[in-house]
């Protein structure tokens, strides 16, 4: 069984930072692509960042490039996703996955098989 649990959400004011944790317990013999995702109220899902399961260039949204940065620490089977610059939009709850069994990320978010709980992310104005 995997198990994914996020944490580090909170709560700040625009223009602040978050740095959010992601760890992945289970079947540790792979690595994988992992990803972050965000849903805020009333609004579909959307792909913030992903990385392949060995690390290289991260794949980010146009809403977040140049203030989240996403990195993994294989031997400590944890994904981090740094966010800087933060604006109210980026208010939702936050998600990581995996792609089990993918070294490279797939685009398609059909690819992502497990999920974590999420953390809530508040930005105010």
């Given at each position: 069984q995997v198990?994914?649990?996020?944490?580090?959400?909170?709560?700040v004011q625009a223009g602040g930072s978050l740095s959010l944790s992601c760890?992945?317990?289970?079947?540790?013999?792979?690595?994988?692509c992992m990803g972050w995702f965000r849903q805020a109220p009333g609004k579909e899902r959307e792909a913030v960042a992903r990385i392949d399961g060995g690390g290289g260039t991260p794949t980010y949204a146009d809403s977040v490039k140049g203030r989240f940065t996403t990195s993994r620490d294989n031997?400590?089977?944890?994904?981090?996703?740094?966010?800087?610059?933060?604006?109210?939009?980026?208010?939702?709850?936050y998600y990581c996955a995996v792609q089990w069994g993918q070294w490279y990320c797939q685009s398609s978010t059909d690819k992502y098989n497990y999920w974590g709980q999420g953390t809530q992310v508040t930005v105010s104005s």
């Open positions: 198990q994914l649990v996020e944490s580090g959400g909170g709560s760890t992945v317990s289970g079947r540790m013999s792979d690595r994988f031997p400590k089977n944890t994904l981090y996703l740094q966010m800087n610059s933060l604006k109210p939009e980026d208010t939702a709850i």
